[in-house]
């Protein structure tokens, strides 16, 4: 029997959309190739912190996938694996809030095949940048998972200025 094989998604617009891009190879298995990331400016060429943290927590959350960067850091490819989920600990990057990194994993945790149990640490809230609170994300998003049979919590604890922790149940 013939394996078929996915064709690989390909992007060339940069670092637009990322999370969502990454979130979507990851859904439907198939390899995805970001190019051309912050290519064309002269000061912060390439993925930021941030970015590479976003990859850190996927890359703890799945089993099999491989993601390349290269040397640049101008190129991003992911080859998706499964979804485990289970007990997935991570310290994310002061740069962006935790609702940057708990917003896609809202979208795989109920394709996990182990409920996820995440404590991510962290900047609790960023104004500046415009992402959404977490406090938003627990009062409009899971309300909403809760129609469709899922039973998600987000607890939020306080253990200084700058480092927070969200943990989130599924």
Do not use: W
Not at 14 to 31: E, I, K, T
Request: hydrophobic share 35%; charged share 20%.
């Amino acid at each position: 029997m013939d394996k078929v094989q996915k064709k690989q998604l390909r992007f060339n617009q940069g670092s637009n959309y990322f999370r969502q891009r990454l979130v979507l190879s990851l859904l439907s298995a198939r390899p995805v190739k970001i190019e051309e990331i912050r290519s064309k400016v002269d000061l912060n060429i390439g993925v930021s912190a941030y970015e590479v943290s976003f990859i850190q927590l996927l890359d703890k959350l799945c089993n099999g996938s491989k993601f390349k960067i290269n040397e640049t850091g101008t190129e991003v490819t992911l080859i998706p694996g499964s979804l485990l989920g289970d007990t997935v600990s991570h310290s994310c990057d002061i740069s962006r809030p935790l609702s940057y990194y708990l917003e896609p994993i809202l979208l795989l945790a109920p394709f996990c095949k182990k409920p996820l149990n995440l404590t991510l640490r962290g900047k609790l809230q960023n104004d500046i940048n415009g992402y959404t609170s977490i406090y938003k994300l627990k009062n409009a998003a899971l309300p909403i998972m809760e129609h469709f049979g899922l039973e998600p919590s987000i607890q939020v604890s306080f253990f200084g200025i700058t480092c927070n922790t969200s943990c989130l149940n599924f």
